[in-house]
């Protein structure tokens, strides 16, 4: 459904494109083997030690191609349905910045490694919302450019501004789509379906507040008055790292650039696009500059870089590779697996419990079930633990283990978290971890009936007993605590229900 504005006597109809730049997680840097802000290993580096000589642009310096960083961008393309070239080349694209050392980027510009693509996308986060097909230009690799810091360490107030190299020689993947989203709604949905596919691959952590994916949006908006069409000039809104800012900055275009229109007519043109930035305090785009044309840029051919080849068999390799992807995942654990719509986006959006649960999977355990301890159970404990699911200790057949205990009513939910505390410890089967600790319940009749005649004797109890013999039966859980109290947390609690309703009569 189009996005709407305010101004109901005009037709209007959003048109949007993305350029998504997405950091590589590769070791080293694109053309250098400086080691890489974007890998976790080295996040928390300090500013200006993660430069050598290329880098830093030195003269007689020469640049060598990361083979990493393209085997990465190959499977983003193969994932977003694109035909890999098998030859491309280098390009310098010239501009002056304080954060950029060479005084140019390299990057590719008539021949990309990744071109015409396109990758289904669900329209809203809506349970069973349509999809729709974004189509792709191009996805190609470039380096990133450094980082100008406006604060001092810690947030303190300066009066410049302070150069980060550490950013710069990152490998960067920038992906191209046509202007194909007609509402926020869509555009963020893309960067969600993206992000997801990247960190799926591996080829990126994802994290926005580093950096690791940067989306600029291009904006424009096509207005129908008096049979006559118009379209404004397209905007591109530069280096918006959340969700939230995508969709903010997009819904704020969409009215800003039907208001200019009706105030000065100004329509596209050559020459007429300019780039704004976001202000997240003020919630309006702030203009920054006209756009650049590519001529402007300069592009030539680097002389310092051979011709990139792909060759076929190794293509063939990492098209066998190749994992589900999100949407197809989605789609097998709801349809399939029959799983809830929530529980399954949640095991995708972590690619880390996902991969996990598809090893929970292969020991033919309830799917459902297996999911719900994962998600309450293992997400809790490795972000109170600060480690990745895999890395807890418990195995996949500990966790089916404790499935095969709940669905057989010998342990309860509370002892079923326990439980799983105790198998991220041992390597002791979950059985036999749920006996060394009393965790079991005890659904033995002739064990239970002792503790609720118990308490159906006991005066404080007659409130409840009378409620339940006259049909209340939510009175019951009045009584469940003092039986679980006697018999130490053991009682299954739908046996002593059962039971108390049939010495009750009802």
Same mark, same amino acid.
């Given at each position: 459904m189009p996005a709407t504005t305010t101004h109901e006597a005009l037709k209007t109809t959003l048109k949007v494109g993305m350029e998504i730049h997405v950091q590589l997680a590769t070791r080293s840097k694109m053309f250098t083997s400086a080691p890489n802000v974007a890998h976790p290993d080295y996040y928390d580096a300090e500013p200006n030690t993660l430069t050598d000589p290329v880098v830093l642009g030195m003269p007689g310096v020469l640049p060598v191609i990361n083979r990493e960083a393209v085997r990465m961008s190959i499977q983003v393309g193969l994932a977003l349905g694109c035909?890999?070239?098998?030859?491309?080349?280098?390009?310098?694209? *010239?501009?002056?910045?304080?954060?950029?050392? @060479? $005084?140019?980027? +390299?990057?590719?510009?008539?021949?990309?490694?990744?071109?015409?693509?396109?990758?289904?996308?669900?329209? *809203?986060?809506?349970?069973?919302?349509?999809? @729709? $097909?974004?189509? +792709?230009?191009?996805?190609?690799?470039?380096?990133?450019?450094?980082?100008?810091?406006?604060?001092?360490?810690g947030g303190a107030a300066i009066d410049h501004s302070i150069v980060d190299l550490n950013r710069a020689g990152t490998p960067l993947l920038e992906i191209v789509t046509y202007p194909d989203f007609e509402t926020p709604e869509e555009v963020v949905m893309f960067g969600q379906t993206l992000r997801n596919i990247c960190r799926h691959l591996g080829v990126s952590e994802g994290i926005m507040q580093k950096g690791h994916m940067r989306f600029e949006p291009n904006i424009n908006v096509i207005i129908e008055k008096d049979g006559q069409t118009y379209k404004t000039p397209i905007v591109e809104i530069k280096n918006l790292n959340s969700f939230r800012a995508v969709y903010n900055a997009v819904a704020y275009e969409y009215e800003r650039q039907v208001d200019e229109w009706l105030e000065t007519g100004k329509v596209m043109a050559s020459g007429a696009k300019s780039t704004r930035g976001w202000d997240d305090i003020k919630m309006v785009t702030v203009l920054q500059r006209e756009k650049e044309e590519a001529h402007d840029y300069r592009y030539f051919p680097d002389p310092d870089l051979v011709e990139l080849n792909v060759d076929a068999g190794w293509l063939d390799e990492l098209q066998a590779i190749q994992p589900e992807l999100p949407l197809d995942l989605q789609r097998r654990y709801v349809q399939d697996l029959g799983l809830n719509p929530?529980?399954?986006?949640?095991?995708?959006?972590?690619?880390?419990?996902?991969?996990?649960?598809?090893?929970v999977l292969a020991t033919d355990v309830d799917a459902k079930r297996a999911a719900a301890l994962l998600l309450n159970y293992g997400a809790k404990r490795a972000n109170e633990r600060g480690v990745n699911i895999d890395d807890l200790g418990i195995t996949p057949g500990q966790v089916k283990g404790?499935?095969?205990?709940?669905?057989?009513?010998?342990?309860?939910?509370?002892?079923?978290?326990?439980?799983?505390?105790?198998?991220?410890?041992?390597?002791?089967?979950?059985?036999?971890?749920?006996e060394k600790h009393g965790l079991s319940q005890v659904s033995d009749t002739g064990a239970l009936e002792g503790f609720i005649d118990q308490v159906l004797s006991d005066p404080k109890s007659a409130k409840a007993v009378e409620d339940i013999k006259a049909g209340k039966l939510k009175a019951v859980g009045a009584l469940m605590g003092q039986i679980m109290k006697l018999s130490k947390g053991q009682a299954n609690p739908k046996v002593v229900t059962e039971m108390i309703k049939q010495k009750l009569g009802v």
């Open positions: 035909r890999i070239a098998k030859r491309t080349k280098w390009d310098r694209k *010239s501009y002056y910045y304080p954060d950029l050392p @060479k $005084n140019y980027q +390299i990057s590719q510009y008539d021949m990309p490694l990744c071109e015409e693509g396109a990758v289904e996308i669900p329209t *809203s986060d809506e349970p069973g919302a349509p999809t @729709k $097909n974004v189509r +792709i230009i191009r996805a190609h690799l470039e380096e990133d450019a450094g980082k100008l810091l406006h604060e001092g360490p929530k529980d399954a986006q949640a095991l995708i959006d972590d690619p880390d419990v996902c991969r996990f649960y598809e090893k404790i499935a095969d205990l709940l669905a057989a009513d010998k342990i309860g939910s509370s002892a079923a978290d326990q439980l799983f505390g105790h198998c991220c410890d041992s390597d002791e089967t979950a059985e036999a971890l749920a």
